[in-house]
């Protein structure tokens, strides 16, 4: 099996109300690929619930991440970004892999994080269509597609557009 991501690191935000989907197919998705993905919450060892129901537990704390670890970082939609975007040390870690040209992949409204850490100023996206406005008036630039891949940033819309937003994921990872 081919697996082009062996050694590779990818840090994916987890807390209530994510879209279960939105983390849980990206995750198994660069697994399958060789890559090791440890999922950060608010704490660490905690069990959160997906917008579904699906729960799903922190590797670690958002407080413990330490972004030079890594090489990618994956955010899902759902509710969630919402409350993680208020904090401070989620921003940071955004900046980080921002200045080092790291993957940023955000689907749905997981653009809101990458918009509070005022990361998407004339970057070319996609996300959920409710939060178009929110992407435009942050200086993005909007597309409607399934996936958009702009240098390191990978953006997709909703679940249905998974597999394209995971090749742009695995074309970014595998470039680097």
Same mark, same amino acid.
């Given at each position: 099996m081919d697996r082009p991501l062996t050694g590779k690191r990818i840090l994916a935000f987890v807390g209530d109300i994510y879209e279960d989907l939105e983390l849980w197919y990206p995750k198994l998705r660069m697994i399958?690929? !060789?890559?090791?993905?440890?999922? *950060? #919450?608010?704490?660490? @060892?905690?069990?959160?619930? /997906?917008?579904?129901?699906?729960?799903?537990?922190?590797?670690?704390?958002?407080?413990?991440?330490?972004?030079?670890?890594?090489?990618?970082?994956?955010?899902?939609?759902?509710?969630?970004?919402d409350k993680l975007?208020?904090?401070?040390?989620?921003?940071?870690?955004?900046?980080?892999?921002?200045?080092?040209?790291?993957?940023?992949?955000?689907?749905?409204?997981? !653009?809101?994080?990458?918009?509070? *850490? #005022?990361?998407?100023? @004339?970057?070319?996206?996609? /996300?959920?269509?409710g939060i178009k406005d929110d992407l435009v008036n942050a200086g993005a630039l909007w597309q409607d597609a399934p996936v958009v891949v702009d240098r390191h940033y990978v953006s997709s819309r909703k679940p249905d557009d998974l597999p394209e937003f995971c090749r742009g994921m695995l074309a970014v990872l595998t470039s680097a």
């Open positions: 399958e690929a !060789g890559a090791e993905v440890v999922v *950060a #919450g608010p704490e660490a @060892g905690k069990s959160y619930q /997906g917008k579904n129901g699906y729960p799903a537990s922190s590797d670690i704390a958002i407080a413990d991440a330490k972004p030079d670890e890594y090489h990618g970082l994956l955010v899902p939609g759902g509710f969630m970004p975007r208020r904090d401070p040390q989620v921003l940071e870690i955004v900046r980080h892999f921002d200045q080092a040209g790291k993957l940023i992949a955000a689907i749905c409204h997981g !653009g809101w994080i990458p918009i509070s *850490a #005022g990361v998407y100023r @004339g970057v070319q996206v996609t /996300g959920s269509p």
